[in-house]
């Protein structure tokens, strides 16, 4: 009887283990995720490697929206990904942390590989790398350049210097807060 | 004078190999990354977690010339991450492999958690989570609804069936290709 007892058991158990195992089958196969044909994707970053630390805001409205809520000057970073200037560019200023330091702590910041429609956006034209400011006041800082009067707002890797200094110059708001 | 030598030559080698130490240790802390002080993030996808495995448009202006030249309909989907309807339409929509593979092969993808200047994005008011089929004309198919009088671009987790019809439904074009 004993012996019975024991292999009934046993017996018990082993279906358990198939069910969860069956049911740990189906649950599996129903959350598998999408996969596109040509492999998986690496999620594309908002950041696009200008720095994976930022809050990058997503849009120009986004980002005026923030800009004015927070009283922070909005630094808006136009490239392209097939721009060696702008790849360039993007390797300095990601791996320099006083840019980085400044940014987190004192500004919004949006970087887009697509033009706006709003024309103060590209005063001087519309090419990449491009770097403009925004004051909270709504205000594009026209006024604050690089070193190239034919591309007022373009920045090589040998100017991170001078965008360091302007971005101090961004951060003096045109109306200070009373 | 043999053990001199030996001795000298383990000397210089200690020497090289601190050498080596030193510049290593001033390599790392140059490159080291900017980490801030509330502590490393995770850095944001453009998905947000509606299908990382899709490619999703930063802008709607990117959006509108990649529907355009690619002669595929855009969706646009507006939600909010702190929007209980939006995050529970989220985990149905990102799960859902039919959803996810007509995106990827048929559609242009677009989600928004600010709104955009254009008021053809909002028929009926600006609500989320909202969703808006864009013809590669680019004219808002205002005549794709959900299952809402009220609210006619709003999809609950249990309209998903409806979500796929009218994905066909945008897949048909207003003007064929000649």
Redesign the interface.
Known sequence: LRSDQSETRTSLRMKAVLSVVLVLVVISST??????KSG??I?????RGW???L??A?????AL?WSRSRNKPLMVLFHLEDCPHSQALKKVFS?N?EI??IL?EDFIVLN??????DKHLSPDGQYVPRILFVDPSMTVRADINGRYSNRMYAYETGDINLLISNMQKAKKLLKAEL
Request: glycine share 2%; hydrophobic share 25%.
């Open positions: 959350i598998a995720k999408y996969i596109p998986k994707r999620p594309q970053t908002l950041s720095g994976d630390q809050i990058w997503q849009t120009y409205e986004e929206y791996e942390n980085q330091k987190d887009l590989v697509y033009e706006t429609t």
